[in-house]
């Protein structure tokens, strides 16, 4: 193997790790917005620095790691994690908030809750961005160990002791029901007033299990007549008057996405909710700008949802 000390750039090594994750040369151009031949080329001056082939190229751009790219693969993304630290520490010495903060989030948070914590750090600090990357919770677990994220925005189900959770604000169970439901006009209800009708179970694992468990805990067995993965899918069956299902994030408006309206009653009863948070890796100092960012998450969330 060549000696390649000195010999690669930061840019190469991000042209590599896009095009992992990415699947290809096109999706790694479109995520560093950059021209294909750009990513191609930086790739192949990769290759002949370390004098191993890190890509197996495939038909229309399409590329996966080799067994040497799998294994450069995370030692790459920990420089990049770590460029990304020194950067941001340069920014912090002149007092400055700047550049890329790469942010996970739940995948069934980030509509209600992303956009807006994510206005409102960029209008307080607009030399920084946020690049939001959904997931679910064991993806986001993984990219907070891999470094390919700063924090996550997320619950308080399922961590682990690798991670650190910042806790910003309850998120209460509601069950979603028809609008024409026996209690749509209840101001309330507890499980056991809809244990007898069709469940519509989230099936993703995180709130599968959580959802499941509230039913264990009131020792209740629910009547499970359909599973969904897609949260606006579930809504518009529960519009549709396919049965009731639960949610912890906030409802907004109470309409499917179609129009149809529904109704969201908070739950009475139950165990302690979960809650929403910002989580990172647990032993890494966060940076200037990730600090900044929690910050913006509290005061948007405490606006939004009235507690934090």
């Not at 010495?93 to 209600?112: H, I, N």
Request: charged share 20%; aromatic share 6%; proline share 8%.
């Amino acid at each position: 193997m060549n000696d390649p000390a000195g010999r690669f750039t930061l840019r190469q090594l991000s042209c590599f790790v896009a095009a992992c994750e990415g699947g290809g040369i096109g999706a790694a151009a479109n995520r560093l917005h950059l021209a294909q031949a750009t990513v191609s080329g930086a790739i192949a001056d990769l290759e002949r620095t370390l004098g191993v082939q890190l890509l197996v190229r495939g038909r229309r751009r399409a590329a996966t790691p080799s067994p040497a790219g799998r294994e450069l693969l995370a030692q790459a993304s920990d420089v990049l994690a770590a460029a990304a630290r020194l950067d941001e520490r340069s920014s912090a010495l002149r007092g400055e908030v700047s550049g890329e903060l790469p942010v996970g989030c739940l995948v069934t948070l980030a509509p209600a809750v992303a956009p807006a914590v994510c206005r409102a750090f960029e209008a307080r600090w607009p030399r920084a961005t946020v690049t939001l990357v959904p997931a679910h919770q064991g993806e986001l677990l993984a990219r907070l160990r891999e470094g390919t994220i700063a924090v996550a925005i997320t619950y308080d189900l399922g961590l682990n002791p690798a991670v650190e959770f910042s806790p910003l604000a309850p998120a209460p169970p509601y069950a979603l029901i028809p609008a024409g439901h026996r209690l749509a006009a209840a101001g309330s209800a507890e499980l056991a007033e809809l244990a007898t009708d069709p469940f519509l179970l989230l099936d993703l694992p995180l709130s599968r299990n959580y959802f499941l468990g509230l039913f264990r805990a009131a020792a209740l067995e629910p009547i499970v007549a359909r599973r969904v993965a897609d949260p606006e899918l579930l809504r518009s069956l529960v519009a549709w008057g396919y049965g009731y299902t639960l949610a912890n994030a906030l409802p907004g408006p109470e309409r499917a996405v179609d129009g149809t309206p529904l109704r969201a009653l908070p739950l009475r009863g139950g165990p302690a909710p979960p809650r929403v948070g910002l989580a990172r890796r647990a032993g890494l100092e966060p940076t200037r700008t990730a600090t900044a960012f929690a910050e913006a998450c509290t005061d948007a969330l405490a606006t939004r949802w009235g507690q934090a």
